[in-house]
């Protein structure tokens, strides 16, 4: 499994776009990058997944360079309710073992 | 509603008193795993099912069993229980095709004197 490292914190303004980078230098050709987002109190939710280039949908956009050796996840326009903690993983196809990490607690400030 | 329950939500037990926490799902997923999140140290997988019957050790798998009789339940045991299994543990399923998409319970946080 591909290590991964992102930012131990974040913190941003109401109504900002938001980027954390994810570097994940060791990717393989059939690994994918997911992101979870972890609100306080609650366990991870799925947010986003993605192989190359960019991916959207109504919550977030991942974008990842041709090299795939790192990612970032774009938040747009962000509200305090985004305050969470967002982790980057490298998922492989065909193993069921799965590495969190730390995160990147993400704060956001009125 | 689709979910992952656990249960008991919080516990406090002393050291040796073996104990179960119970997760189950109602979504009809083949996958399930066990987490524990520590201060600093993150998410950490403990033990994963890929199906009924077939378990398999995470990354800290050590003073833990697991069982997967039923599709929807997959209890995590703690034979004997130390202090330093004191965390806040978290139950995942998901769909065999769809694996990546992990569904999380609201966890159990665990404290063992």
């Known amino acids: 499994l591909a290590k991964t490292t992102q930012p131990i914190s974040m913190d941003s303004y109401e109504g900002q776009e938001v980027n954390i980078t994810c570097s994940h230098n060791?990717?393989?050709?059939?690994?994918?990058i997911t992101w979870y987002q972890q609100f306080p109190s609650q366990g991870p939710r799925f947010i986003i997944q993605?192989?190359?280039t960019k991916v959207t949908n109504e919550v977030a956009s991942l974008f990842i360079p041709a090299d795939r050796k790192s990612s970032t996840l774009s938040l747009p326009r962000v509200s305090l309710s985004d305050t969470a903690v967002y982790y980057c993983?490298?998922?492989?196809?065909?193993?069921?073992?799965?590495?969190f990490g730390t995160g990147t607690r993400l704060k956001v400030l009125a | 509603e689709a979910q992952v329950t656990q249960n008991p939500r919080y516990l406090i037990t002393v050291t040796g008193k073996k104990l179960t926490v119970t997760c189950s799902q109602n979504?009809?997923?083949?996958?399930m795993s066990w987490y524990r999140q520590d201060p600093g140290l993150g998410l950490r997988q403990i033990y994963y099912?890929?199906?009924?019957?077939?378990?398999d050790k995470g990354d800290v798998p050590e003073g833990y069993k697991v069982s997967r009789k039923e599709k929807r339940n997959f209890p995590l045991i703690l034979e004997s229980p130390s202090p330093n299994q004191t965390s806040l543990y978290f139950c995942?399923?998901?769909?065999?095709?769809?694996?990546?998409?992990?569904?999380f319970g609201p966890g159990t946080r665990l404290t063992v004197l």
């Open positions: 995942a399923s998901s769909l065999k095709e769809n694996r990546d998409t992990q569904y």
């Open positions: 993605g192989y190359k």
């Open positions: 993983l490298v998922t492989t196809s065909g193993t069921y073992k799965y590495i």
């Open positions: 979504m009809n997923h083949e996958y």
């Open positions: 060791n990717i393989a050709t059939n690994d994918y």
């Open positions: 099912s890929m199906n009924v019957e077939v378990t």
